[in-house]
């Protein structure tokens, strides 16, 4: 994570408390302090290039690492986002959210594995540039990478069986299944009046569409009845 303060007109002071997610600055205290809590790393122990380097985690840069060394990206999004990821079996999309201090819905989103030990996260277009910023600082020294997909099809499959690569969207609790498909551009024969009209029935809401973010807590929205908040995982943001 980089922050610059170079070039500002203002006091960088009230820049830093305006760029903190809480407005008051105490966000980015929290996130200096857990770098400063961070550990050292010995590298070349005995040999030519003996060091000590701090943090740890710049040993190695985030973009180098394969999916295998990834394996805290799992406990970064069970500290963070609203849902439960430990249990989130293959096959399934489930919704969470990424909230303020106060505890208001940030970000919305579908989260899924992939099958090569990453997960997806299906969001609206518009949020992804502002989310993929938020998770980098919330990142830290977690040996795990954001970053946006490009031109990844997604699409909302109902009024049929099941096939490989259908994703069961378990917000829909009741009815028919709803499943997402990512990558395959399927032949549509329904409209996205057709798909609001179901998802309303079925008690789904979206942000944008349905509500303002940063304006409504999850149970405001059924997160609570549709298993995009967890109540037994323990503290995650908001």
């Known amino acids: ?22 407005g008051k600055g105490q966000e980015l205290l929290a996130i200096l302090l857990d770098i400063l809590n961070a550990g050292f790393v010995h590298l070349d122990a005995g040999g030519p290039n003996e060091s000590y380097l701090w943090p740890y985690f ?10 295998s060394q990834m394996e805290d990206a799992q406990s970064l999004l069970q500290d963070v986002i609203s849902c439960d990821v430990e249990n989130l079996p293959d096959g399934i999309v489930r919704p969470g959210a990424l909230l303020t201090p106060q505890g208001k819905i940030m970000f919305d989103f579908l989260v899924s ?3 090569e030990g990453r997960f997806l996260f299906d969001m609206n277009t518009t949020q992804i540039a502002a989310f993929v910023q938020r998770m980098t600082m919330y990142r830290l020294r977690a040996k795990a990478q954001i970053s946006a997909l490009e031109n990844l099809s997604v699409q909302a499959v109902w009024d049929m069986d099941a096939k490989p690569g259908f994703l069961q969207d378990s917000r829909f609790v009741e009815g ?6 990512y990558g395959q551009a399927l032949a549509c024969d329904a409209l ?3 798909y609001d009209l179901l998802r309303i029935e079925a ?16 149970h405001d ?18």
């Open 176 to 181: 028919i299944p709803v499943y997402r498909v």
């Open 203 to 218: 008690g789904v809401a979206e942000a944008e569409a349905d509500y303002k973010l940063s304006d409504v807590f999850p």
């Open 192 to 194: 996205q009046a057709d």
């Open 113 to 115: 594995r992939d099958g």
């Open 1 to 22: 994570t980089q922050l610059s303060i170079s070039g500002l007109d203002g006091d960088p002071i009230d820049f830093l408390r305006d760029t903190s997610g809480d």
């Open 58 to 67: 710049y040993s190695v840069p985030l973009d180098q690492l394969e999916n």
């Open 221 to 238: 929205v059924l997160m609570d009845l549709n298993g995009g908040v967890s109540f037994k995982k323990g503290c995650f943001v908001g």
